[in-house]
């Protein structure tokens, strides 16, 4: 089992342009969650799904959206960066007893010019 | 939401046992306690979970007394690979989706 991935690793963008973080599980979790996290600081919520084709909002979702189309993948987009989301972001999934564990991936760490 | 409070940091030197000791005043009924440990530049891992009294695992102790209004995780005979960020935070119960990590406690571990 891979476990949680996430691409890319490292981006960089220049404020204004768009792009597409995944996060794959191989765990058949019902749950996925997006996080950030700003240096020194805790993990905050961005968005999380509850299943396939379901999304919510969190704690920070501005400038932020989600896709999960599959249940295997969570899609997190910004159309517009802004250095205001430079961060790094953690992805994590669980199954559906509501005492699990959560899992996360990697991490991505994205900088915004 | 349980807020929950821990130490900022705390140092340490190996061979050490290390108590972190979280306060959550305002836990549910409901609620387990459970840890996670955060590396530079890797995502949160599991440690232990617990709802009253003691549990241990391979890895740590979770002690949680009668009220569940703290409780500390202990780390015996740490280790350099033991420095990292600890996180105490209420798990979801049923209805609740997901974690509220607070800023956690800086461990470092000295030669």
């Known amino acids: 089992n891979a476990g949680v991935t996430q691409t890319p690793k490292f981006r960089v963008l220049k404020t204004g342009q768009s792009m597409t973080l995944l996060c794959a599980q191989d765990?058949?979790?019902?749950?996925m969650y997006w996080y950030r996290q700003d240096p020194g600081m805790g993990l905050r919520l961005i968005h999380y799904?509850?299943?396939?084709?379901?999304?919510a909002k969190g704690e920070v979702p501005d400038g932020y959206n989600v896709s999960r189309l599959k249940k295997q993948n969570f899609l997190l987009g910004l159309e517009s960066a802004a250095p205001s989301q430079t961060s790094v972001y953690f992805c994590?999934?669980?199954?559906?007893?509501?005492?699990?564990?959560?899992?996360f991936g990697p991490g991505t760490r994205l900088t915004v010019l | 939401l349980a807020k929950t409070t821990q130490p900022i940091s705390m140092d340490s030197y190996e061979g050490q046992e290390v108590n972190i000791t979280c306060s959550h005043n305002?836990?549910?009924?409901?609620?387990?306690i459970t840890w996670y440990q955060q590396f530079p530049s890797q995502g949160p891992r599991f440690i232990i979970q617990?709802?009253?009294t003691k549990v241990t695992n391979e890895v740590a102790s979770l002690f949680i007394p009668a009220d569940r209004k703290s409780s500390t995780l202990s780390l015996p005979r740490v280790s350099l690979s033991d420095t990292a960020v600890y996180y105490c935070?209420?798990?979801?119960?049923?209805?609740?989706?997901?974690?509220?990590f607070g800023s956690g406690t800086r461990l470092q571990v000295q030669p």
């Open positions: 799904s509850v299943g396939e084709g379901t999304t």
């Open positions: 765990m058949n979790h019902e749950y």
């Open positions: 617990g709802y009253k």
């Open positions: 994590a999934s669980r199954g559906s007893d509501p005492y699990n564990e959560q899992f």
């Open positions: 305002n836990i549910a009924t409901n609620d387990y």
């Open positions: 935070l209420p798990s979801p119960r049923p209805g609740r989706r997901a974690l509220t």
